[in-house]
């Protein structure tokens, strides 16, 4: 049955559906691509034959090959629009520094995307707040204080707060931070927020 | 709470699919056995059962739901689409006398989303499946939101193992209703936590790591 590859790419996005990006599947996308071209051939030699002799018998043939080329382009727009949703994401859990083994599952196009997107929101960012600028990621859940107790889940090595002071992230060592500076950092798992 | 800035789309309701939506594009991947109504020249390798080179006329088969969408014609008959076993008049009588019982996960795993979308073929049957799935989801309602609304910290996969796709979600969102309560009861919901989508790239990147 025509259509079953392109499924394959589908349901390999389904399964992570907590947002993970999985690897780009170039070889699955291609072998689609592939299939859509014989479809195409097919259905022009038909309709040609359907034309020149009148064989109008051939048109439920011409339609089924039809439904499915249309059916490969929905599910291929669907993986690479719910893929740009995943990135997008990436951006505000991650920040605008992405981890190699993430950006390792991206094809170049979609590097480019995320490049221009994080592009438009710092200019966006930037735009904000009468000509100061906002960032939008930080204080997505309404701060309490100014200070946080955090506690350093890994060493991160060494740390600058606003005055100038270095910190030592060390394992286990335990902080009182400024929240605005170390939100990231729990974002990314580096601390941990202590509540008394 | 869980804030999750990954949302993926929503699927369509009711009759209408959505575009984009993995779970519609899943949905109309389910199969659905037709009889072709005309000859289909050229296409014998798609029935494996002969070595014809065409699908003749009156060929049965099963399709899946898109493509079935997309030939069927009210007014040319190219298919005519019958029924799945789970919407006939026999199973019809199991929903209706008690819809708790029913394995739906079994049974569909899209029972509501492929029972709305057999709407879009004319049979005769139509208003009683419509009158069966809405009796079926009313009635294991009560029970889902019960369970999604009252299973705090424990294992919910006896729970939802029986639901169908629709009904999961549905837990699921009550669930995370039901922790988010709980955290702000217990004065959490002001605490920084850190992303679970980082939380679960690092226990990928732990298991991928050879020993």
Redesign the interface.
């Known amino acids: 049955?025509?259509?079953e590859k392109v499924?394959e790419l589908?349901?390999e996005?389904?399964r992570m559906?907590?947002?993970?990006l999985p690897a780009f599947n170039e070889d699955g996308l291609r072998q689609v691509l592939q299939e859509m071209e014989a479809l195409y051939e097919?259905n022009q030699t038909?309709v040609n034959e359907a034309k020149s002799e009148g064989r109008a018998?051939?048109i439920?043939?011409i339609?089924?090959r039809?439904?499915?080329l249309?059916?490969n382009q929905?599910?291929v727009?669907?993986y690479c629009?719910?893929r740009l949703?995943?990135i997008?994401?990436?951006r505000?859990?991650?920040g605008s520094v992405l981890?190699a083994?993430?950006r390792f599952h991206m094809c170049a196009e979609e590097v480019q995307w995320f490049s221009q997107y994080k592009k438009s929101l710092a200019s966006f960012m930037r735009s904000l707040g009468g000509g100061e600028g906002l960032d939008l990621t930080q204080d997505?859940?309404?701060p309490?204080s100014l200070y946080?107790e955090v506690r350093c889940l890994k060493d991160h090595g060494e740390f600058e707060i606003d005055d100038g002071t270095v910190i030592l992230l060390k394992k286990n060592s335990q902080h009182f931070l400024p929240r605005w500076k170390c939100?990231q950092l729990?974002?990314?798992?580096v601390l941990?927020?202590v509540?008394s | 709470m869980d804030?999750?800035?990954?949302?993926?789309?929503q699927p369509g309701v009711g009759m209408e699919e959505n575009?984009?939506?993995?779970?519609d594009?899943?949905l109309s991947?389910e199969r659905l056995p037709i009889r072709t109504e005309?000859?289909?020249?050229?296409?014998g390798y798609?029935e494996k059962s002969t070595d014809a080179q065409d699908i003749p006329e009156g060929t049965k088969m099963e399709l899946?739901l898109?493509?079935s969408k997309?030939?069927y014609e009210k007014k040319r008959r190219?298919l005519s689409v019958e029924l799945p076993k789970v919407y006939r008049e026999g199973w019809r009588t199991v929903f209706n006398a008690d819809p708790n019982v029913v394995d739906l996960h079994k049974m569909g795993p899209y029972y509501y989303g492929l029972g709305s979308q057999m709407l879009h073929f004319d049979s005769p049957e139509n208003p009683e499946i419509a009158q069966t799935l809405l009796q079926t989801f009313i009635g294991r309602f009560r029970r889902n939101m019960d369970s999604s609304q009252n299973a705090y910290n424990e294992d919910t996969s006896a729970l939802v193992e029986r639901l169908d796709c629709l009904e999961k979600a549905l837990f699921t969102s009550g669930q995370s209703g039901l922790n988010g309560f709980q955290s702000w009861e217990k004065?959490?919901?002001?605490?920084?936590?850190?992303?679970?989508?980082?939380?679960?790239?690092?226990k990928?990147?732990m298991a991928d790591v050879p020993p």
Not at chain 2, 19 to 23: E, I, K, R, T, V
């Open positions: 049955m025509f259509c499924i589908i349901r996005l389904h559906s907590d947002g993970q097919q038909d018998d051939l439920p043939s339609k089924l039809h439904c499915c249309l059916r929905r599910c727009t669907a629009y719910d949703l995943r997008r994401s990436l505000w859990e991650y981890p083994n993430v997505m859940k309404p309490k946080i939100e729990i974002r990314q798992g941990e927020h509540v | 804030t999750q800035s990954y949302l993926p789309l575009f984009l939506s993995l779970d594009i899943l991947h005309c000859s289909f020249p050229r296409l798609l899946p898109w493509l997309g030939l190219v004065g959490r919901a002001s605490q920084l936590t850190a992303s679970s989508l980082v939380l679960n790239y690092r990928r990147k």
